[in-house]
């Protein structure tokens, strides 16, 4: 197989194997239906030492839930080999290759979903380190590492190996991607009045003990803020962990059910809407320009897509409906001046937000990655609207790609 060699060497790419990828199995798991048939497959290949079936075998165990047992057979495959090739479409397009991190289903862009209908190839090639002397012919690289604290070495590994990158790369900048932390994207969003990102504090567990003893420390911990404070341990997603803590006292209850040692520490925003509902939305944004992924509206401050009851009311539904059709010309345009501002101070070709709007009308940001799930998995009966608007999402992403691979758009 042809390669690009990064430094002189004679050594030759890896041979990758065939993959699914997650899109395909995530939709089969997301509608229920029956796996027997693909996992009995996927385990015959796996059996006779198909390390493209084990890596799909590993993505199927974390889509049920496993994803100790997932993240263990993965292990296992990318001993065996770390170099994974998914045709896409009918193959005849740009040559991709994306350098991704080993770990769960949020350790990386989303690639597979933001590339269905494209036609093309990807390569995957998982790193532990600077990449090999030799790598897999592409016309373009996407860096596919998302922001974590596992992941941090391997993003600062490969801040001065991108910058000498043969080939055009997306998202090129790891030290960029390292500034997505929570307690780094505030400070990069800071002093800009049309933007409110709350400080946030990495804290160890015993500093959170003082702060339950005397709520007056809070001061030294984040300067101007007061209680209630928001609480999530270090590495935690989907709300795992998270909690709002209103007195100093409530802190000792909530550290007895924590295990973890790190926490992330940050002031509470009350960001409910005139009729008492919370309203959160995710954005992606493709070459600065910012896209609609979801909007979730709940009763509860801690909003989660997945619980907010978007499927059981149809007028959430509807208003997500109204959200969607009319972003570019009514919630863009209202807040021009923050995406602008968070486009150009976060400096990457892709990546994606979670976001609302304070009680002062600004643009609320909670969170931003390049890693954040973006999909199109929700059944089109009930959410007809998010059909063109994740097609048009994927198609201004695939779009970019070409045009980075030096295809005609």
Known sequence: MPAVALRPSTSCAPEPAETRGVADFARMVFLGQELDVVWDQLMARAGAGDTGAMLDLSTLLQLVGQREQGLALQADALKLNRVYRRQLGDGQGPRLLALAAPGDLMANTPLDFMLQGFN??????????????????????????????????????????LASWPKPILNGAPSHVLALGRDRAPQRLAGASEINAPPSRRVRRAELMVLAEDGALIQALLPGCDFPLIVRPVGSHAGVGLARIETPADLGPYLAAQSGELFYLSPFVDYASRDGLYRKLRLAFVGGRPFVAHMAVSEHWMVHYLNAGMTESAAR?????????????????????????????????????????????????????????????????????????????????????????????
Not at 347 to 366: H, N, P, Q, T
């Open 120 to 161: 093309g190839r990807l390569d995957t090639l998982f790193l532990d380190g600077p990449p090999p002397e030799a790598v897999p012919d592409h016309e373009l690289a996407i860096l596919a590492v998302g922001e974590s604290d596992e992941n941090a070495p391997l993003l600062a590994a490969l801040s001065g190996r």
């Open 317 to 409: 539904r509807a208003e997500e409906a109204a959200m969607m059709e009319t972003f570019d010309i009514y919630f863009a345009v209202r807040h021009a001046s923050a995406l602008h501002i968070l486009a150009e101070r976060v400096g990457l070709d892709y990546f994606a937000i979670d976001c609302a709007e304070d009680k002062l009308g600004r643009l609320l940001v909670f969170e931003a990655d390049t890693a954040m799930i973006i999909h199109d998995l929700d059944p089109p009966e009930l959410y007809p609207y998010k059909v063109p608007a994740m097609a048009e999402l994927f198609a201004a992403f695939q779009d970019l790609v070409r045009r980075r691979a030096g295809h005609a758009a």
